[in-house]
């Protein structure tokens, strides 16, 4: 128990993490958080469209952010280093802030949500569904579900390559949540067949020497088996 006690205690610990810099680098356009422990400390990688305004100037932000960290997180020896993100579109976080955004600046969810969906498609995503939940047109509570592509909901696919996020957005009627999943492009999937064409195999010159010593054998054979049949017909 001691064990599952542990790992109950880092995912806590993460979900926490991930949940303050989402507050914390909204403007910077957070994307994610990846943590791992190394024998130095913990090595801290944010993704954001704006790596600028993460690091700050001279570094001052990401120091902050280190020491705030270790302080009340007691994360030991936070060694922060931020990453790019090249499509932001295939980032689940960036489609579902953004499609929070849109209801906030009081765009209709079904454009927001189709918007968004097109702009996932465009950039090369093999599938993706974003669903859109609250009251939405009356008072009653309700969900309106957009999707687009190929998009598995289980089986080893959709647990290892799918991309999912979970955003809230407070407005007048109350709480929207918008969720997210994709399916990025270079996702494999156990049913497709790839056809390998085998590469042209290269001669050595051993096995050339091989090949020549063998016609020169079997071309001695038949000389000697023609004698042979020549003296027999002679005699």
Not at 27 to 40: D, H, M, Q
Not at 61 to 90: C, D, G, Y
Request: glycine share 8%; aromatic share 6%; charged share 30%.
């Amino acid at each position: 128990m001691a064990v599952v006690k542990h790992f109950v205690s880092e995912s806590k610990k993460k979900t926490e993490i991930d949940e303050f810099l989402q507050k914390k680098l909204e403007r910077a356009g957070y994307g994610g958080v990846t943590i791992s422990k190394t024998p130095l400390g913990t090595h801290i990688v944010i993704y954001a469209m704006r790596p600028g305004l993460v690091i700050g100037r001279g570094g001052g932000t990401i120091r902050e952010l280190a020491s705030f960290l270790e302080e009340k997180f007691n994360v030991p020896n936070p060694q922060i280093s931020v990453s790019e993100m090249e499509i932001p579109e295939l980032n689940a976080f960036v489609v579902a802030s953004r499609v929070a955004s849109a209801l906030q600046r009081g765009v209709h969810f079904r454009r927001s949500g189709y918007w968004a969906l097109n702009r996932v498609m465009e950039a090369g995503a093999l599938g993706a569904e974003i669903i859109i939940s609250g009251k939405l047109r009356t008072d009653r509570s309700r969900y309106e579900k957009f999707k687009a592509g190929y998009l598995p909901k289980c089986g080893e696919p959709a647990l290892k390559y799918m991309r999912k996020a979970e955003v809230q957005v407070q407005l007048k009627p109350g709480t929207f949540g918008v969720k997210v999943r994709i399916m990025p492009p270079d996702a494999e999937f156990p049913d497709k067949i790839k056809i390998v064409e085998s590469p042209p195999e290269e001669e050595t010159e051993e096995e050339t020497e091989k090949e020549t010593t063998e016609t020169l054998e079997e071309e001695a054979t038949e000389e000697k088996t023609e004698e042979t049949s020549e003296e027999e017909e002679a005699e």
